[in-house]
C-alpha cells in the first residue's frame, strides 16, 4: 500500500542553498511525520505534524501541512554537507505507519 | 535518549539455514516493529508486537516469525532462509501507540547465499 510519496526522489544542491521536498497522501491524517536516513543506518525522527496544524519548525527544519491538498514539504534553510541523506514522510493507514520511497538529498560542499 | 540495539549490523548466512535475528530497546516502550528495507520498495513492515507476547502481521509476513517473550526484546525468526530474502532489516520501537514516532536500530544487512 503507498500512502505517502515523495517528490523528488533525489535532489543535489550547493552547501548553503534551500532543499525543499515534497510528500503528497492519498485519505485523512492524524499526524505525518518526517525521518532522515544516513546512508548504511536506521530512520531518524525529525518531526511530527497534526493535522490541525499548518506548520512546524525545528532548528533549520520547517514543516508545512496542507490537508485540503494531502499534502506536505519539508524545508531545510542553509543546507550542510552532513544533512546528505535520505529523508521519508509517514503517514497512518491501517492503524500502522506507512513510509514513503523517500527523497534521496545530496548536499556538495 | 533511547536506544535501540539490533545484534548485528551485518550478517551472511546460508540458503534453508534458521535465522534469528535480535533487537533490544532501552526504553520500556509497547510496540516494537520489524521492517525491510529495499531498493525501490521502500520500508515494508514484517510484523509488529503491541505487548509481551503479541504479535500481529505487517504487509509482508510470509517466510518470518517473531517473538516477543520480555517487553525490551523482539527476535525475527527467518524460518527456513531464502535468497529473496537478502534485504536490510531495520527495528523500531514506539512507546504507547503503533503511530507515535518511532525509534530506530541501526540495521542490519543480510545477506543469504
Known amino acids: 500500500s503507498q500512502q505517502g510519496e515523495e517528490d523528488p526522489q533525489a535532489l543535489s544542491i550547493q552547501e548553503g542553498e534551500n532543499a525543499t521536498m515534497n510528500c503528497s497522501y492519498k485519505?485523512?491524517?492524524?499526524?505525518l511525520q518526517w525521518y532522515r536516513q544516513n546512508s548504511g543506518r536506521g530512520l531518524v525522527h525529525l518531526i511530527l505534524i497534526r493535522s490541525n496544524e499548518r506548520e512546524k519548525h525545528s532548528g533549520r527544519l520547517r514543516v508545512t501541512l496542507d490537508t485540503s491538498k494531502k499534502s506536505s514539504s519539508l524545508l531545510i534553510t542553509a543546507s550542510r554537507a552532513a544533512d546528505t541523506a535520505s529523508y521519508f514522510c509517514?503517514?497512518?493507514?491501517?492503524?500502522?505507519?506507512?513510509f514513503g520511497q523517500g527523497t534521496e538529498l545530496s548536499v556538495k560542499p | 535518549d533511547v536506544k535501540v540495539t539490533q545484534s548485528s549490523r551485518y550478517l551472511v548466512k546460508r540458503t534453508g539455514e534458521k535465522v534469528f535475528l535480535e533487537c533490544v530497546q532501552d526504553?520500556?516502550?509497547?510496540?516494537m516493529f520489524w521492517y525491510r528495507q529495499d531498493p525501490g520498495l521502500g520500508l515494508r513492515l514484517i510484523y509488529f508486537s503491541y505487548d509481551v507476547k503479541m504479535k500481529e502481521k505487517g504487509d509482508i509476513p510470509e517466510g518470518y516469525s517473531v517473538s516477543r517473550e520480555k517487553k525490551e526484546r523482539f527476535s525475527l525468526i527467518l524460518e527456513s532462509a531464502s535468497t529473496n530474502q537478502t534485504s536490510m532489516y531495520l527495528c523500531a520501537s514506539s512507546p504507547t501507540s503503533a503511530t507515535q514516532p518511532q525509534h530506530f536500530g541501526d540495521g542490519t544487512r543480510l545477506s543469504i547465499l
Open positions: 509517514a503517514t497512518v493507514l491501517g492503524g500502522k505507519l506507512i
Open positions: 485519505t485523512s491524517i492524524n499526524n
Open positions: 526504553m520500556d516502550h509497547e510496540n
